[in-house]
């Protein structure tokens, strides 16, 4: 079981920059991907970013490519994104998910993943 807890979002003027944390109570080391997604109310749930359980691959989705980078440290069970030059449209509570155990497949689907965070709310202002 793995219990997953985000931090470090927050009010942030447009251009400005972010990093979210998300620590799990379980040990994720090489077991689980990792991924960030976000939500706005009343729309469905999209993909941010996603990395792989060793770390090597990260996967972003266009509308953040370049300015939002995943990473891990498995050391200390925790997951973070890096959102620089932020934009009015990335406002949106952000979640934390691990995939199944030693499971592969699409990152970017949320089918992917097994455990979520409570979510973070990531506001940015114009």
């Known amino acids: 079981q793995v219990q997953l807890v985000e931090s470090g979002g927050g009010l942030v003027q447009a251009g400005g920059s972010l990093r979210l944390s998300c620590a799990a109570s379980g040990r994720i080391r090489s077991y689980y991907d990792m991924g960030w997604f976000r939500q706005v109310q009343g729309k469905e749930r999209e993909f941010v970013a996603a990395i792989d359980r060793n770390g090597d691959i990260a996967n972003y989705a266009d509308y953040v490519k370049g300015r939002f980078t995943i990473s891990r440290d498995n050391a200390k069970n925790t997951v973070y994104l890096q959102m620089n030059s932020l934009k009015p449209e990335d406002t949106a509570e952000y979640y934390c998910?691990?995939?199944?155990?030693?499971?592969?497949?699409?990152?970017?689907?949320?089918?992917?993943?097994?455990?979520w965070g409570q979510g973070t709310q990531v506001t940015v202002s114009s």
């Open positions: 998910a691990a995939g199944f155990y030693l499971q592969t497949g699409d990152r970017s689907s949320t089918q992917h993943y097994a455990y």
